[in-house]
Nanobody, 122 residues
Framework: VQLQASGGGLVQAGGSLRLSCAAS????????VGWFRQAPGKEREFAAA????????LYADSVKGRFTISRDNAKNTVYLQMNSLKPEESAVYYC????????????????WGQGTLVTVSS
């Protein structure tokens, strides 16, 4: 599974941004795809994930109600719509794929994409 993240940038606090993760590979449709983020000096943390086949979603408590993860099967792409962004959410956001939502949530995905930088100004 290969993952290509994009969509990061600079946004003001309270603003919105949409990240994209393009997936490829023979078996990616059997995976869950999700997002982690890592702020400077902090550990990488789980944000959201979605199963490719059923569309079941999972969110970290910190982003519930503000972030929405979705998939476009035709484009083999997972999106993370981020609304009401806060300055403390400035981080490198990483796309990842895992066999199960449980392993994703545990921070042990099977594949990582490169990160995309999100900067939220106050």
């Amino acid at each position: 599974v290969q993952l290509q993240a994009s969509g990061g940038g600079l946004v003001q606090a309270g603003g919105s941004l949409r990240l994209s993760c393009a997936a490829s590979g023979r078996t990616f449709s059997s995976y869950a795809v999700g997002w982690f983020r890592q702020a400077p000096g902090k550990e990488r943390e789980f944000a959201a994930a979605i199963t490719w086949r059923s569309g079941t979603t999972l969110y970290a408590d910190s982003v519930k109600g503000r972030f929405t993860i979705s998939r476009d099967n035709a484009k083999n792409t997972v999106y993370l719509q981020m609304n009401s962004l806060k300055p403390e959410e400035s981080a490198v956001y990483y796309c990842a794929a895992a066999v199960t939502l449980a392993t994703m949530r545990a921070g042990r995905p099977d594949h990582w994409g490169q990160g995309t930088l999100v900067t939220v100004s106050s």
